[in-house]
């Protein structure tokens, strides 16, 4: 069982930066593969980036050159940092773990996800 916990949303204005964290449970986070969704109101839930137990990454391209991924193994945690934030960003962003390890920008190739952090972007 693997429990996932985001946190660092908030209100930022446009052109602002944000930090999202992901604390993962489970003894073999190493082993995953993390991704970052998002879903705005009225609007299908879509990909935003991953990264893979190898730490390869990959982004949308909505967000590729402003967002970037990483992990830190030692912490269990995986973090999504956003820079040039626009209201286009505004949405519930969710990590989630692809037990694979390899990463996906496909949802139901995860595994489990998180409860969910709130961005809002105001112009």
């Known amino acids: 069982q693997v429990q996932l916990v985001e946190s660092g949303g908030g209100s930022v204005q446009a052109g602002g930066s944000l930090r999202l964290s992901c604390a993962a449970s489970?003894?073999?986070?190493?082993?995953?593969?993390t991704g970052w969704f998002r879903q705005a109101p009225g609007k299908e839930r879509e990909f935003v980036a991953t990264?893979?137990?190898?730490?390869?990454?990959h982004y949308a391209d909505s967000v590729k050159g402003r967002f970037t991924i990483s992990r830190d193994n030692g912490k269990n945690t995986v973090y999504l940092q956003m820079n040039s934030l626009t209201p286009e960003d505004t949405a519930v962003y969710y990590c989630?773990?692809?037990?694979?390890?390899?990463?996906?920008?496909?949802?139901?190739?995860?595994?489990?996800w998180g409860q969910g952090t709130q961005v809002t972007v105001s112009s």
């Open positions: 989630a773990a692809d037990l694979s390890g390899h990463g996906s920008r496909w949802s139901p190739g995860y595994d489990y």
């Open positions: 990264i893979s137990r190898t730490e390869s990454t």
């Open positions: 489970g003894p073999t986070f190493g082993g995953f593969a």
